[in-house]
């Protein structure tokens, strides 16, 4: 995934927004969000099939959990999955104890990534390249991307957080309408690999997550198209989030989206 970008506590009444594009080889199967067992409950999350981890996903507690990939000459195939972090950051009460859990990751264990891990109070994000490095971050609108969060001397990071900063001033209805604009967004043929939206050959994107964590019960909602969302409708997965919980069922059905957006 190499698009992920959050509006965090500066949405009225959504102090979560999240919008995310995941870029991946075209032949690499995943399957779309279901609920998923953890020794600490059920999660929402999609999943990669090739290695069993998953880019993104959310918990009964109100954890948002994403993650890309950093830039590495030869990613070394005998590391741990980056992708099982995300699961192993969702089964953490809360962002702190995530942050503090990545902090004390052994180093050299994983190819490098980003993580942003955030609920309804604090964010963070984890810059581990051998070694992990926790940040907090500030209310507001930020891009983590394949460069360093945030990173403005990076054109396609510097774009996206202008575009994230002008949904931010929007009301909680209309930003989410926003960001989808932002994920399927082309710049043009001078910019190829510096679309939100990629196509590539072989490579591109391959789904699209668009998720908002609300203050009021029952508030949340999560979208997902799988696909380009350039070309898939975004599907609503919400019911997914209500069903988190002790008397979560995982069986097939769980895994059926609604209500086509």
Not at 24 to 40: G, H, K, Q, V
Not at 172 to 201: K, M, N, Q, S, T
Request: hydrophobic letters at 40%; a negative charge.
């Amino acid at each position: 995934m190499c698009t992920l970008i959050i509006l965090h506590r500066c949405v009225p009444d959504f102090p979560v927004v999240v919008a995310a594009n995941r870029d991946e080889y075209l032949d690499r199967p995943a399957e779309p969000p279901r609920l998923r067992a953890t020794p600490d409950g059920p999660i929402v999350a999609p999943r990669d099939l090739r290695a069993g981890g998953t880019w993104l996903g959310a918990s009964a507690a109100g954890l948002f959990v994403g993650i890309t990939n950093r830039p590495i000459a030869a990613p070394d195939p005998a590391r741990r999955s980056r992708g099982h972090v995300v699961i192993d950051a969702l089964r953490a009460p809360d962002a702190t104890e995530a942050a503090r859990r990545a902090a004390a990751l052994p180093h050299g264990v994983h190819n490098p990534f980003n993580l942003l891990v955030a609920d309804r109070e604090r964010a963070f994000t984890v810059v581990y390249d051998e070694r992990p490095e926790v940040s907090e971050l500030q209310s507001g609108a930020h891009v983590i991307g394949n460069a360093d969060p945030d990173d403005r001397e990076v054109p396609k990071v510097a774009r996206l957080l202008d575009r994230a900063e002008a949904a931010a001033e929007l009301d909680g209805e209309h930003v989410v309408p926003a960001l989808a604009a932002i994920c399927r967004r082309h710049e043009g043929a001078a910019f190829g690999r510096e679309d939100a939206c990629l196509h590539l050959a072989g490579y591109g994107t391959r789904s699209s997550a668009l998720l908002r964590l609300g203050d009021r019960r029952g508030s949340d909602q999560l979208w997902y198209a799988d696909g380009p969302p350039c070309a898939n409708r975004y599907e609503d997965f919400t019911s997914l989030l209500h069903e988190l919980g002790p008397g979560a069922r995982f069986d097939a059905g769980d895994a059926a989206a609604r209500a086509p957006r």
